[in-house]
């Protein structure tokens, strides 16, 4: 495991991406989503992902210069596709509208089509810095989908994942952040990588029958299951309709050049009550929670509590990235000219 701080990272993700082509803005926002996955733990969703990216760019999947279509728009509500764009810039912006909808209406709501915008607790925050409540779907495409139904063998979604964040005063916000399969993609990556097993009942091989290989699903076709059974079943399928507003985008044969629509809402509290007294009454809430008398061993903890801890301490001994995918951004480094090691001073 290799460790570096936040400025390395941040350093290194803007410097890849622009010699591969985004605009020093692009750059940053693309670079703030991932490196606070990774600050905050979230690995999954953090630096290793920047490869990625960059290929994209260099391949033309990513486009720069493409922009972003307002299809329709309301007061309230606007609905926007993404096309090649970044979707991490696209997902910026849409929150930054909804947020400016809500501003003046005390709700906004804007879904999107586009490009991959990466860990959801990042837009969701976005409107509890602002004292409003958070909330981010994302529907993963059907093509291909590896997440099956209850009661399945064959995937027919995507891991189709939601976020909401509830804003406070002297607490950390409260931020759900979960897919509604039984983990995130990139966690089973992050699995592999480590030689870790999966625990039994999250997967299925390319067969159906029941395995604890993340390889099974990231290197050979398999599937896995929705959380909660019939409850993660029927959420991923509401998330799945949410976004479903452009024509053309089919349940099984996206014509588009992307397969994720989203959703970001923002509601003003005020609408209800003085922000202040809201703000307190959230406080009151996380306290009255994690007053509760734990089972012997455990603790109980709030949504999003372990990542605010993982940020303390990652921002203090550093990032770590696992040595598979850091040599894979050594890798892509190198076919784009920029010596990776050196640039970290390694």
């Not at 400016?100 to 990466?118: F, N, P, Q």
């Not at 139904?149 to 976020?163: D, H, K, S, V, W």
């Not at 999250?202 to 909660?228: A, I, K, S």
């Not at 372990?306 to 190198?334: H, L, N, S, Y």
């Amino acid at each position: 495991m290799l460790y570096f701080s936040e400025a390395q990272l941040r350093a290194l993700s803007g410097k890849l991406l622009t010699v591969a082509g985004a605009t020093a803005e692009q750059a940053e926002t693309v670079t703030d989503v991932l490196v606070s996955a990774s600050l905050h733990g979230i690995d999954s969703h953090g630096i290793r992902a920047l490869p990625g990216h960059v290929r994209s760019l260099r391949d033309g999947r990513v486009r720069p210069d493409a922009t972003i279509r307002v299809v329709k728009e309301t007061l309230t509500t606007a609905f926007w596709e993404g096309g090649q764009q970044f979707g991490h810039v696209v997902g910026k912006q849409a929150m930054e509208t909804a947020l400016r909808k809500a501003d003046a209406y005390r709700m906004g709501w804007v879904s999107t089509v586009s490009l991959h915008i990466g860990a959801l607790f990042y837009y969701a925050l976005m409107a509890a810095q602002r004292g409003m409540i958070g909330i981010v779907t994302c529907r993963v495409g059907t093509v291909g989908g590896r997440v099956t139904p209850y009661g399945g063998r064959e995937g027919r979604f995507g891991t189709n994942p939601l976020a909401i964040c509830i804003p406070a005063d002297k607490e950390n916000p409260i931020l759900l952040d979960m897919a509604t399969s039984m983990v995130a993609d990139g966690h089973l990556a992050v699995m592999a990588a480590r030689g870790e097993a999966a625990p039994e009942g999250w997967l299925l091989d390319q067969d159906g029958n029941p395995t604890t290989d993340p390889t099974e699903y990231t290197q050979r076709r398999g599937y896995m299951v929705p959380f909660g059974t019939y409850k993660g079943y029927g959420l991923s399928m509401i998330i799945g309709l949410l976004p479903m507003f452009l024509p053309g985008l089919d349940l099984e044969a996206e014509s588009k050049t992307y397969h994720w629509g989203h959703t970001f809402m923002a509601l003003d509290p005020t609408g209800f009550m003085p922000l202040q007294a809201f703000l307190e009454r959230t406080d009151a809430y996380i306290r009255y929670v994690k007053s509760c008398l734990p089972l012997p061993g455990r603790e109980v903890l709030v949504p999003f509590e372990r990542e605010w801890r993982a940020k303390a301490q990652r921002a203090k001994e550093g990032i770590p990235v696992d040595e598979p995918f850091w040599e894979t951004i050594v890798k892509v480094g190198t076919e784009i000219g920029v010596d990776v090691n050196a640039e970290m001073g390694r």
